[in-house]
């Protein structure tokens, strides 16, 4: 059996990597020159810069396991101890409370103190202890549902910078029962959120650690190793700046014609391409999925990286950054001091800074450069009162690239899936579907390809069809709320 995977991202690496291993000859094509989709590290006078994800989570094992498989195990690195994050709101940065769970607190004392949150607000969410239960069977969006039980505090100060940053897009639409069904789960059986929320606390526990990890190398240092180990498998043949022109589906099987002119009839195909992608490739003989598939919203986001000396700081930086309140007046939605977060990411007497860009600030995503940047300085000088020029910019945009898990995403998947039942040998993979993160890539492509060996029903996510709670997710590629404050929860 031969089998072409499309997209040379971590999800189609993975496969091809694993099919390639099971000794399956593989074709992987990738429309562009480069290998990692965006997962991007570049190395340069001492700083280390992510221009994609940065960071690996050990409660979604995947990724872990593969820079293991791949021997990178020694190069895992943690968070820097003793971590330090806060929320930019009313104008300040406070820090975030102890014991923040997804977007609840699993201590009490804690959020009752907090100065994130007003006297008002924080009775406004003790109404949730007495609220009945409000949820029907239908998918509802996140901020509304959390608004009806908590307030508008709990939205603007935490739900939206923790899962909006991470989702990249407004808490107010995105789906609660493709991102954190277990709030569904905590009002069925609690009927509070709160309680909920404290008793899973009281459960596992407080201490542990954070549950970031990275590697010394960078994130790019997994792509790297994977794409060696797949020069080095016989029966794997990659080929960059080929794109697939169509796909031909008959009684005997699918013909794929790539855009330079060559024929491929493989056995199975693997299509670990952006939705919008997909759906041009399948549309001419599944237009019901197609229209399903582009149905998943895109959105954009940015990252800029700035490097400064450490004396145009007012003082020392000792924070791992912060995230933006909904309702704050800036354009960035958060902020890693990477130097400070990770070792080796910069040379002494400097500070690596990672500045986030979501989809509140569409329309600066899509102007000039400088305007990003200036705009980026401008908002360090109020948060961090950094002065100065830096000594490096990079500007990274990924735009209309994020998919969007809005209300009623997990009825789209499902639907496209059915439309494409009829083709047995077309499989889908990637962020669009279950799972937006690096682990959960990783687990998508590893069970694609599985499948694919072992002959069975064709899944688009890591192992099965259930949702994903989100709490065990891996960061967006430039998911600003994870990689800054997840190592809190």
């Not at 960071?55 to 094992?61: Q, V």
């Not at 599985?450 to 890591?462: K, L, T």
């Amino acid at each position: 059996m031969t089998v072409l995977v499309v997209g040379g991202g971590i999800t189609g690496l993975v496969a091809a990597w694993s099919l390639g291993r099971a000794g399956v000859p593989t074709v992987l094509v990738e429309a562009t020159g480069r290998l990692g989709g965006k997962v991007r590290t570049e190395r340069t006078d001492g700083f280390l810069i992510e221009h994609g994800p940065d960071a690996l989570i050990t409660y979604r094992p995947a990724a872990a396991e593969l820079a293991r498989d791949l021997g990178l195990g020694e190069s895992i690195i943690r968070v820097n101890e003793p971590r330090s994050v806060s929320i930019r709101a009313g104008g300040r940065s406070v820090p975030m409370p102890d014991g923040m769970g997804l977007v609840l607190p699993t201590r009490m004392l804690p959020f009752i103190t907090t100065g994130l949150l007003g006297p008002l607000q924080k009775l406004r969410a003790g109404l949730d202890l007495v609220l009945p239960r409000t949820l029907g069977s239908a998918d509802v969006g996140i901020g509304p549902f959390l608004e009806r039980r908590l307030g508008r505090g709990i939205v603007d100060r935490l739900a939206g910078p923790l899962l909006g940053g991470v989702y990249g897009t407004r808490v107010g639409d995105l789906s609660l029962d493709a991102v954190v069904p277990s709030l569904r789960e905590s009002e069925r059986v609690h009927r509070s959120l709160m309680l909920a929320s404290i008793a899973a606390g009281k459960a596992r526990g407080h201490g542990g650690g954070s549950p970031f990890i990275t590697l010394a190398g960078g994130i790019g240092a997994l792509t790297d190793a994977l794409v060696r180990s797949l020069g080095q498998l016989p029966g794997v043949d990659v080929r960059t700046g080929s794109d697939v022109a169509s796909l031909e589906p008959s009684s005997s099987g699918t013909t794929v014609r790539l855009a330079n002119g060559d024929v491929l009839r493989p056995e199975a195909i693997l299509l670990a391409t952006p939705a919008p992608a997909t759906a041009g490739l399948v549309e001419s003989f599944a237009p019901a999925a197609a229209a399903h598939l582009r149905a998943i919203p895109y959105g954009s986001t940015g990252v800029v990286t700035l490097a400064y000396r450490e004396e145009q700081f007012p003082g020392p930086v000792t924070t791992h950054g912060f995230l933006v309140a909904d309702d704050e007046p800036l354009a960035i939605s958060a902020a890693t001091i990477t130097s400070r977060k990770w070792t080796g990411r910069a040379p002494d007497g400097t500070v690596l800074v990672r500045v986030f860009i979501g989809d509140k600030s569409d329309a600066l995503l899509r102007s000039t450069d400088d305007a990003i940047v200036a705009a980026s300085r401008r908002d360090l000088e109020t948060t961090l009162g950094v002065h100065g020029d830096p000594l490096l910019v990079r500007v990274t945009r990924w735009v209309d690239q994020m998919p969007h898990y809005t209300v009623g995403h997990i009825g789209r998947v499902d639907a496209a899936l059915r439309a494409l039942a009829p083709f047995p040998d077309i499989t889908v993979a990637g962020s669009a579907y279950r799972g937006v993160g690096l682990p959960d890539c990783v687990a998508q492509g590893r069970a694609a390809a599985h499948a694919i060996i072992d002959g069975r029903e064709r899944e688009p996510v890591a192992g099965d069809s259930s949702p994903i709670d989100a709490s065990k997710r891996a960061p967006a590629p430039a998911g600003a709320a994870l990689s800054i404050a997840g190592d809190r929860r």
